[in-house]
Structure formats: structure tokens, C-alpha cells
């Protein structure tokens, strides 16, 4: 039994020897945390992280703020064609989806590390489980979850009531012409509207999950367009011109010009209307079959100069008071990460006792969640879409 | 002086022309039917040529008559600095705020016509490209008009007028027939300035032109920084962009032939015209009152609390913006890489000027000069960027600090240029005949007695650093944030309010620089040195 203990403890201890030295490296260090600047709240979020980081790991955070996590991805590829393999200007990249993917096939990205991280016995990374799965896409540890996304709309409730289902939505725009928008597909908020039209619509919901062939597209998609067709001409502007992101169209439905936004984050409105942007008669509505929703995650790329650093801040962001720091709609509102069972009872009585706000949702006011479709949908789609629609 | 133009040309020139010749290696491998089968190529095409062409031609047109209006009027004249001074994205993000549906002319209309809801009217991001049009129009202006005044000094335009006048031509007719064509050399270069400008401008069009699809500058950009490979894609774009500029100037030049024969002709045939009076107060008014309506909404929205339509006025004003104070290292940031190229231009600027009051002759640099100002900044400072990194020079400050300097060096050379050469030599001869070698007449003669140019110089220097977004953007892999990138990020954020703090402390940095050119030379003992072009 000693030799059993003895060799588990020399199994357990490399990783254990492993952090320390991890944080004993990124002490001093500061981590270039690229993430999408266009959300004051995850800013703010972010800025409070690196003072966190400072204070505990002397590890700074410096947020550079994207307006398309793209830039980043293109920004290590342009290093890596340049032949740089080491200090890389991005060390920590807010990222999901296609440009996971995209990195990952192309080798930009440094891991497996997720399972190295302290934090992680908090999460179910067991196959398929959302935290370990990216569109569809296996993890495999070369990305750490941060947040959960759930794609949700919101409404001026003092001016309208919203449609119950995506097939209503062209009737419902008929009704209130120049009313409804969606973003620029080009950007994943509009991309994420027509993939959630195409999870209700498509005859074969199932065959989303694959990656796309030209036979199954043309047949999943046909019901979408013929959707698509009937509801642009009764569009903001005509459907002539689409805001450029979901900010842009909240700032749209602030502004009165619009009825309905749309966001990844169901305590975006209630933060919003918090802060005084969005009017306080503004609800948050999902359709009948529910909406699709995702988990972000952060990785690190293969030439990042601080990745001990970036790796600290992977961990502080799955600690248990930062996810329910996170998850009050007074910071964040993002709901956590982790697994409720794997948590002990103070981390969950942190999560019991969070505030609640009239535009929060409920879980159930939720609806179910649907899977991401596989990246290649997507990309397929917003291509399709810009050649179709694009003057 | 060998030494000298080959400095110039390494640190200005060299970066230009490596950055053109890596974007076109980049667009050598291309696929060309990838390319032009790009959504929104030919949609993007057309907008930039009505956009960047509009506002060139508005621009000059309006600045002829005006040109005229405002030499009669000093008081009017020094509004055209501050004017300059404002940055290109700060006056668009303001600019937005006045003409959205839901801005002050829309909540205007919606009192007296008891709108609930704001109209539909698309602006800005008109799909013509109006909204940019007018925004580039009430930047260029100004401009256009401060080149008129220097090239009018050059000239004796009350002589001439009064001629004109006596042999019976109606004021107008001397000014356009006679006066104006006398001083359009001097305008050639800052009109070609204007189109290379109006033709690949970024952020303002990401601001006020439309986005579906938007301008070819934009399309770049977007490219660029594209997900999948599309570096080669983006980079035919900008080299494509980069030989429509230069056709374009080509056309421009031969219109110009065109224009001097039809002006030769019209004169030939010596109608006299009659004294119209030129609504000249008009157009001045809605320049100057959407400028300063521009900053004073950027202003009350930066210390709004809630704002809803059809108000006229917040709810209720609160510093909590300003007071989080998260703008002020941007700001810093702002300022010192400011001072930085400032320093650099003006020094490079003296050593220029001195190089060749020393040698009796100019330097010939020309092209050197002025190319990246006639060059779409897009169409080398992404190669620029490749070279930097390949130098070793990785993207962050200091490669920021270089880019900026080719755009902050032409002014300022531009600008101190004209008072440096029209320094009375006897001055120089008298320090010369005491005993004074070169290095002490530049030092206790020359400089002190340019300490208001030069002030002038730098002041101008800084609004160029201050306003830069792609030479901050490409060079620094978006790692450098100023009020520039900050701003416009912002202005495709949700908060409107957020946006306006950045986009006035934008504005705010260069006023306080041209303020304090203004006041400090003053109080320096060469306060009225140096006569001004």
C-alpha cells in the first residue's frame, strides 16, 4: 500500500511541481489578454481580473481590445509566416468556434494545457460535455472554458409584443416594418441569428452536427433563404444595410429605432438597462424550440511570450469566486462554467446568494438549449449569405 | 549634404517604398478570380470612387468662392486651425450623433412633429455614402482654405482686384478667372492630398460611410485581418487601390488641362459678370455650426446619464465616465507617442531646413517627401509592418512611432518650411559678421526667432500623430491603444456615451497643442519672429 501511495504520489506531484514552477515563471510577467473590446461590462470584467491576477500571481493583464477576435488570429498567423516561434504579441486570445478551429488545424495554438490548470477538477470534461466540446469541435484541452453563451433576444416591452417562433418572425415584420434587424452575418451575432433560423428550420436538425456537403447544405438551407427572402424586405433600412455587431443594435433598440436586439448573454440586457443604455421596460424572449448557446473559452497561442502567465490567468478565471463574481449581473451576469456537483457547499451558497434583476431570465424562461452546428455550417453560411444579399 | 537625403530617404522614404514592394510580393500569388468574385467588390468600387472623388471636388469647389469670402475676414480665418486641429474620427463619431435618426436634428424634428419613434432615415451609412461625404467635406474644407490664404499671400490679390474691378469684372470673376488659377499651383499638392486621402480613409468610414458593403479601404482592412489566409486577397485590393489613386491623379491633371483651357476661353470672351453676393456666411455658418454642434453633442453625451428620444436634453448629467478615468493612460498614451514623432519630425524638419540653407540649394528630396501622404496608407502599412518585423522591429511603440513619423514629417517640413526660407538673411549676416559660426546662428538666432513656426510646426505635428488610426493599428498589432483606435472601436459600441469620452478627449489633446502653440511662444523672447508664409 506504501509503494501504491508513494507511486501516486510521484504520479501526482509533476503537475503539482508544474503549477508552482508555472507560477513561479509568471511572476512579473504581462499577459496581452486579445479579447473583443466591444462590451464595456467584459472590460470592466477583464480589467478586474488583472488587478486580481496582480495582487495574487503578480501577473498584469493587459486587454487588447479586438473588434473581431480575427484580428488576432490573423495577427499569429502573420508571426508564424514571419517565422517567429517565440514572443508572439498575443498570449491569451477570448475565442470559440471557426477561429478555434482554425487555429488549432493550422498548429497556432500551445496545449494540451486545460488539464494542467488547478481549477479544471471543477469542470466536466468528460466527452461531449459542453465545457470540452467547441461547435461541435473536441477541445482536447487546447482551450480553457470561461463563460457560458446562450443565444437570447430582447424586446422594448412597452412597444411590442415579440414573435414565438423564427417562422413567425417574417409575419411579425410585416407587421412592424423596418422594426427588426439582425448583425452583419460577416460578424458571428448576425452569423449565430441565421444559425438559429437554420436550427428550426432545416427538415434535419441532426445533419447540422457533421461537417457540411454540398447535397446536405443545399438541402438543410433551402427552407432558411425561402424564410430569409420573405423577412428582408420588411428589415430595418430595407435590409439594405445591417448593424455591425450586437452593440450597435442594442445601442439601435436604445435609440428607438429598432424593437428587438439580440445577444449571447442573457443578463445583457439587465445589465445594460442597469447602466442606463437600454430603457427599463426591455425583456429578454426566446423562441418556442429554444436557442442555441455555447461556452467561451480562452487559448493560448504556440509563440505566446507569457504563457506561463496566460496560463495563470486561464486558471484564476475557472476559480470558483471568479465565476461567481462573473455570474452577478452586476459584474457580468455570465452564467459559470463549472460543474454545480463538482463545487463544494461555500462556493455554492457564493452562487446561491446572487442578485436577482427584473430582466434577468430564469433558467426556464430560458428554454432548452441547442448545440452549435459544426463550424464548417457557419462559414458556408455567412459566405452564401454575403454572396446572395451583398449589392 | 549627401549624408542628409540619404537619412530622409532611409527613414520616410525606404519604409514607403518597402511597404509597397512587400504588399505587391504579397499579391503576387494571388488567386485573381478569388478576388474579383469578393461579395461587394464592385458595390465597394463604386462607393469609393462617388466618396473619395465627391468629397475632392466639393471640397475644392466650395473652397474657391469661400476661398474669397474668408480673405476679407480674419476673424473668420482663425477658426480654420482649431477646425484642422479635431481629428477626423472625432468629428465623425459627433458628426454621427447629429445626423442618426435618433440624433439632435432628428430629436429636433420630432418635437415640433410629435415623432414617438425616430424617423427612418439612413443616416449615417447612407449606402451613396453622403454621411462620409459630408464628413470628409467639413474636414477638407478648412484645409483647403488655409492653403488658399498661404498661396494667396504669394500673390497681390488686392492689385490685381482692384484692376479687375476698374476694367468693370464683378469681384467674383477676378477671383475665379484671374486670381484663383494664379494660386492653384499652390493647391495642386494639398488637392491630391485630399483625393488619395478621401480615397482610402478608414476611419471615418467605418464611422459614417455604410458597411453593406462598405468602402474598398474598409473591404481591405477586413481582409486583412481576416481569419483565413487572405493576406494575398487584401493586398491586390491595396495595390489595386494604390493604381487607382495614381489614374485618378492622372485624370485629375488632365482635367486640370481641360479647365485652364476652357477658363482661357471664357476670359477671351470677357463677360463682366455681375456682383452676386455670394452666400459665403452661409456655407461658413454650416461649417463652422456642424463642427462646433459636432464636439458640443460629443461633449453633453460624454456626461449624460440617460438620454432616451425624442428628448431634446439628458435626464440627468453625471461625471461617472470621465471620473472612472480609464481614458486617461489611453490619453497619456496618446500624448507621448505625439511628442515622440513630433520630436523626431521636427528635428529631421531643422536638419532638412539647415542641410540646405547650408548647401545654397534644395535638397531634391520631392517625392520622398510627400509620397506617404500621396499613397493610400492602406496600400503599404501592412507591408510596412511585414518589413518592420523582419528588421526585427516588433509591432508595438516603436514601430508605431516610425509609421507616424511619415506622416507626421511632411507637415511639419510643409509647414516650417515656408517661414524658415522667408527669414531675413541680414539677421543671419549680423550674427555672422559678430563672430557667430553656423551652429550658433542656428542656435541663438535662427530658432529663437522661429519659436513660433516651430511651435506651430509641432502643434500641427501632433494633430497628424494624434489623428493616426491605421499607423497605429497595422504597426502596432493592435496591442498600441489610443484615443484614435479607442474611439472608433467604441463607436461601434453600446454605449454611446463611453464613445463620446474618447471621441472628445480625441479632440480635446491636439486644441490644447495648437492653444499652447499660440500662447507660449508669446512669452519666449523671438515672439515675433519669423514672417509667416
Known amino acids: 500500500m506504501r509503494f501504491l501511495a508513494l507511486a501516486l504520489m510521484l504520479a501526482a506531484s509533476p503537475a503539482l511541481a508544474d503549477w508552482s514552477e508555472t507560477l513561479a515563471e509568471a511572476r512579473g510577467q504581462t499577459v496581452y489578454f486579445n479579447a473583443w473590446g466591444g462590451d464595456q461590462r467584459t472590460n470592466d470584467f477583464i480589467a478586474w481580473v488583472g488587478a486580481q491576477t496582480e495582487e495574487q500571481f503578480g501577473v498584469k493583464v493587459t486587454q487588447v481590445k479586438l473588434s473581431d477576435t480575427a484580428e488576432a488570429v490573423a495577427r499569429v498567423q502573420a508571426e508564424k509566416a514571419a517565422g517567429q516561434k517565440t514572443g508572439g504579441a498575443v498570449d491569451l486570445i477570448w475565442i470559440n468556434g471557426p477561429n478555434f478551429l482554425a487555429m488549432k488545424e493550422a498548429g497556432l495554438l500551445h496545449g494540451p494545457f486545460v488539464a494542467d490548470l488547478p481549477n479544471a477538477r471543477y469542470l466536466d470534461l468528460s466527452e461531449g460535455a459542453p465545457a470540452a466540446t467547441d461547435f461541435t469541435v473536441p477541445v482536447e484541452g487546447m482551450e480553457a472554458p470561461w463563460r457560458l453563451a446562450k443565444f437570447v433576444f430582447a424586446h422594448d416591452a412597452a412597444r411590442v409584443e415579440p414573435p414565438a417562433r423564427m417562422a413567425d418572425f417574417p409575419v411579425w415584420a410585416a407587421a412592424h416594418p423596418g422594426r427588426l434587424t439582425h448583425p452583419n452575418p460577416a460578424n458571428f451575432m448576425g452569423a449565430t441569428f441565421l444559425k438559429q433560423a437554420l436550427a428550426e428550420l432545416a427538415p434535419d436538425p441532426a445533419a447540422l452536427a457533421a461537417p457540411v456537403t454540398d447535397a446536405g447544405y443545399a438541402a438543410q438551407t433551402a427552407p432558411l433563404w425561402a424564410w430569409y427572402d420573405a423577412l428582408r424586405p420588411n428589415l430595418w433600412r430595407a435590409g439594405q444595410a445591417f448593424p455591425e455587431n450586437e452593440s450597435v443594435q442594442a445601442q439601435l433598440l436604445a435609440d428607438g429605432e429598432v424593437d428587438i436586439a439580440m445577444f449571447f448573454d442573457p443578463a445583457a440586457p439587465a445589465a445594460l438597462i442597469a447602466q442606463g443604455v437600454l430603457p427599463e421596460s426591455v425583456r429578454v424572449f426566446t423562441p418556442e424550440g429554444g436557442t442555441i448557446g455555447n461556452v467561451s473559452f480562452v487559448a493560448i497561442p504556440f509563440n505566446a511570450a507569457n504563457r506561463a502567465g496566460a496560463e495563470v490567468v486561464a486558471n484564476f478565471l475557472l476559480d470558483p469566486a471568479t465565476q461567481a463574481h462573473m455570474q452577478d449581473v452586476n459584474v457580468l451576469g455570465s452564467y459559470s462554467v463549472l460543474d454545480p456537483s463538482m463545487l463544494d457547499d461555500a462556493a455554492r451558497a457564493a452562487f446561491a446568494a446572487l442578485p436577482s434583476a427584473p430582466a434577468l431570465p430564469t433558467l426556464e424562461q430560458l428554454g432548452p438549449t441547442l448545440p452549435e452546428p459544426h463550424p464548417s455550417w457557419m462559414t458556408r453560411l455567412t459566405a452564401d449569405w454575403a454572396k446572395r444579399y451583398t449589392p | ?533
Do not use: N
Not at chain 2, 473652397?63 to 474669397?68: A, K
Not at chain 2, 432615415?121 to 470628409?136: E, K, N, T
Not at chain 2, 458640443?296 to 432616451?308: D, F
Open chain 2, 1 to 533: 549634404m549627401i549624408w542628409l537625403r540619404a537619412l530622409v530617404a532611409m527613414l520616410i522614404g525606404a519604409p514607403v517604398l518597402v511597404g509597397v514592394g512587400l504588399t505587391l510580393a504579397a499579391a503576387w500569388g494571388a488567386d485573381w478570380t478569388k478576388v474579383l468574385a469578393l461579395p461587394g467588390l464592385w458595390g465597394g468600387l463604386r462607393l469609393t470612387l462617388i466618396t473619395g472623388i465627391g468629397a475632392t471636388v466639393l471640397s475644392l469647389a466650395l473652397s474657391v468662392p469661400l476661398g474669397l469670402w474668408i480673405m476679407g475676414r480674419p476673424w473668420a480665418a482663425r477658426w480654420l486651425a482649431p477646425m484642422l486641429a479635431v481629428p477626423h474620427a472625432a468629428l465623425a463619431i459627433g458628426l454621427a450623433f447629429l445626423i442618426a435618426p435618433s440624433g439632435w436634428f432628428g430629436r429636433a424634428l420630432a418635437q415640433v412633429l410629435g415623432w414617438a419613434v425616430p424617423p427612418a432615415w439612413p443616416l449615417p451609412g447612407d449606402p451613396y455614402g453622403a454621411a462620409l461625404v459630408l464628413g470628409l467635406v467639413l474636414k477638407e474644407l478648412p484645409f483647403l482654405l488655409l492653403m488658399t490664404l498661404a498661396s494667396a499671400s504669394q500673390v497681390d490679390v488686392t492689385g490685381q482686384m482692384a484692376v479687375g474691378r476698374s476694367l468693370g469684372y464683378a469681384p467674383g470673376r477676378v477671383w475665379a478667372r484671374v486670381i484663383w488659377p494664379q494660386l492653384y499651383p499652390g493647391l495642386r499638392l494639398p488637392v491630391f492630398i485630399v483625393l488619395a486621402y478621401g480615397l482610402s480613409v478608414v476611419d471615418m468610414a467605418l464611422i459614417l460611410g455604410p458597411s453593406h458593403p462598405p468602402t474598398l479601404a474598409v473591404q481591405i482592412l477586413r481582409l486583412y485581418t481576416a481569419p483565413e489566409m487572405r493576406q494575398a486577397e487584401a493586398s491586390v485590393l491595396a495595390i489595386g487601390l494604390v493604381a487607382m489613386t495614381a489614374a485618378l491623379a492622372g485624370i485629375w491633371w488632365l482635367a486640370e488641362r481641360a479647365c485652364t483651357a476652357f477658363g482661357l476661353m471664357a476670359l477671351r470672351r470677357g463677360r463682366r459678370g455681375i456682383a452676386r453676393r455670394w452666400p459665403g456666411s452661409v456655407v461658413m455658418a454650416a461649417q463652422g455650426g456642424l463642427f462646433v454642434a459636432a464636439m458640443a453633442v460629443l461633449a453633453l453625451w460624454s456626461v449624460t446619464g440617460i438620454w432616451r428620444f425624442p428628448d431634446l436634453w439628458p435626464e440627468g448629467l453625471s461625471l461617472a465616465l470621465w471620473a472612472r478615468g480609464d481614458w486617461i493612460a489611453v490619453a497619456l498614451r496618446s500624448l507621448w507617442l505625439g511628442l515622440a514623432s513630433v520630436s523626431l519630425a521636427l528635428t529631421l524638419a531643422v536638419a532638412v531646413l539647415e542641410g540646405e540653407h547650408r548647401a545654397g540649394r534644395p535638397l531634391r528630396l520631392g517625392a520622398i517627401i510627400v509620397a506617404p501622404l500621396l499613397l493610400p496608407q492602406i496600400g503599404f502599412l501592412q507591408g510596412l509592418t511585414t518589413g518592420f518585423l523582419w528588421l526585427g522591429l516588433p509591432a508595438g511603440p516603436l514601430a508605431v512611432i516610425w509609421a507616424e513619423v511619415l506622416f507626421v514629417f511632411p507637415y511639419v517640413l510643409l509647414s516650417l518650411g515656408g517661414p524658415w526660407r522667408a527669414l531675413d538673411p541680414d539677421q543671419l549676416r549680423a550674427a555672422a559678421s559678430l563672430g557667430a559660426g553656423p551652429w550658433r546662428q542656428l542656435w541663438r538666432v535662427r530658432l529663437p526667432l522661429l519659436a513660433r513656426p516651430i511651435a506651430a510646426a509641432a502643434a500641427v505635428g501632433f494633430a497628424v500623430s494624434v489623428a493616426q488610426y491605421l499607423a497605429v493599428l497595422l504597426p502596432g498589432a493592435g496591442r498600441v491603444a489610443t484615443l484614435t483606435t479607442e474611439a472608433v472601436a467604441l463607436a461601434s459600441g453600446a454605449d454611446r456615451r463611453v464613445a463620446a469620452v474618447y471621441g472628445l478627449a480625441q479632440a480635446v489633446l491636439p486644441l490644447l497643442a495648437f492653444a499652447l502653440a499660440l500662447a507660449l511662444p508669446a512669452y519666449g523672447r523671438g515672439g515675433s519672429g519669423g514672417r509667416a508664409p
